[in-house]
């Protein structure tokens, strides 16, 4: 799709610096952009590649539009925020499955608005309910008595178990688990475990990603809850009757263990994991594969396992890091003792 930078910069109500004529035909990267393709920078560790970009023209903030002088700009207060706004409105053109597929199996009770598409294979079981403009596409599963709103996005082999809720622009990326059994087994010693029935239910509020191969299980009693515009990488699993926030992350392989209550904007980086039934406050950071064993203060950062504040952490390995040199010190000390203790015995 072609558009001018004017064009683009009136959709952002963001500032032009440049000619308002030049035309746009795609976005590139700093590196590999050519003068039909916007760029932007968000990272200031890309700067240095500010002056040799041959993009037509570049979206930057206030403080780095000096640093692009002579080149076509739209400076905006979030780069990165309106570069994904502007890919989105003129340069993300994916096509989605449209209508019903005739091999869809749509169980008679269920209910699928007349705007939503069924692709090829996937299940709707009975007395579950699709929203205006989702779409499920091939081998996707809505299971009983589940719903899916407005305007989501259920690619293959996503799965939404029995009972289990979708808000509004939820997408499921492709082998998302939303709803499997929770862990949850009572030992039975010496016979084994007894498995102790997950009768509850997820729900899931408006604007959640769920990316691929993530699980969320159901409750064994009431409900996991994934809040508002909260987003799972690949891989994250949230156990049975966690609670989870509004507008919190979580990146590749991350855990939380059950009952934990996770709160708004929450970071937890990846491989990083809390133990069950704690309290991780509004704002707090996880950092890379931190274990929070305990609860998290409202905008702590903790790093390690066990997870502790993050300069306590650092100051920790600095302090580790001079072990090799206190040894060498001390087996001198030890060499010095032992001479003089010779030359008094002598």
């Given at each position: 799709m072609k558009t001018t930078l004017g064009e683009i910069a009136a959709f952002l109500g963001a500032r032009l610096q440049g000619d308002a004529e030049c035309v746009i035909e795609g976005v590139a990267e700093l590196k590999s952009a050519t003068p039909s393709s916007l760029s932007f920078l968000a990272n200031p560790k890309y700067a240095p590649l500010l002056a040799s970009s041959q993009a037509?023209?570049?979206?930057?903030?206030?403080?780095?539009?000096?640093?692009?002088?002579?080149?076509?700009?739209?400076?905006?207060?979030?780069?990165?925020?309106?570069?994904?706004?502007?890919?989105?409105?003129?340069?993300?053109?994916?096509?989605?499955?449209?209508?019903?597929?005739?091999?869809?199996?749509?169980?008679?009770?269920?209910?699928?608005?007349?705007?939503?598409?069924?692709?090829?294979?996937?299940?709707?079981?009975?007395?579950?309910?699709?929203?205006?403009?989702?779409?499920?596409?091939?081998?996707?599963?809505?299971?009983?008595n589940s719903k899916i709103g407005a305007d989501c996005l259920i690619y293959p082999y996503a799965s939404l178990m029995e009972n289990c809720l979708l808000g509004d622009r939820v997408i499921l990326q492709p082998g998302a688990v939303i709803g499997a059994d929770g862990f949850g087994f009572a030992p039975d010693p010496p016979q084994g475990y007894v498995k102790i029935p997950q009768i509850g239910n997820v729900v899931v509020e408006d604007d959640v990603e769920i990316q691929?191969?993530?699980?969320?299980?159901?409750?064994?009693?009431?409900?996991?809850?994934?809040?508002?515009?909260?987003?799972?990488?690949?891989?994250?699993?949230?156990?049975?009757?966690?609670?989870?926030?509004?507008?919190?992350?979580?990146?590749?392989?991350?855990?939380?263990?059950?009952?934990?209550v996770v709160g708004n904007w929450v970071t937890f980086a990846g491989q990083s994991a809390a133990g069950g039934h704690l309290n991780i406050g509004d704002q707090a950071i996880i950092t890379g594969q931190a274990g929070a064993g305990k609860d998290v203060p409202a905008k702590a950062m903790v790093s390690g396992?066990?997870?502790?504040?993050?300069?306590?952490?650092?100051?920790?390995?600095a302090e580790l890091n001079k072990l090799p040199e206190l040894k060498r010190r001390v087996k001198e000390l030890e060499r010095r003792l032992a001479e003089l203790e010779n030359k008094g015995g002598a």
């Open positions: 037509g023209a570049l979206l930057v903030g206030e403080k780095d539009a000096a640093k692009a002088a002579g080149k076509n700009l739209i400076v905006s207060p979030n780069p990165y925020r309106d570069f994904a706004r502007v890919v989105a409105q003129y340069f993300d053109k994916r096509e989605h499955p449209q209508g019903l597929h005739p091999t869809a199996s749509v169980h008679p009770t269920a209910k699928v608005a007349p705007s939503a598409s069924l692709g090829a294979f996937c299940v709707v079981e009975a007395g579950a309910s699709v929203g205006e403009r989702s779409v499920l596409y091939a081998f996707s599963y809505a299971g009983p691929a191969n993530a699980c969320v299980d159901r409750g064994a009693l009431g409900s996991t809850v994934v809040g508002k515009g909260s987003k799972l990488d690949n891989f994250v699993h949230i156990a049975h009757n966690v609670k989870i926030g509004r507008h919190s992350v979580f990146a590749a392989q991350a855990g939380i263990s059950g009952s934990t396992s066990p997870a502790q504040p993050t300069l306590e952490h650092h100051r920790g390995l």
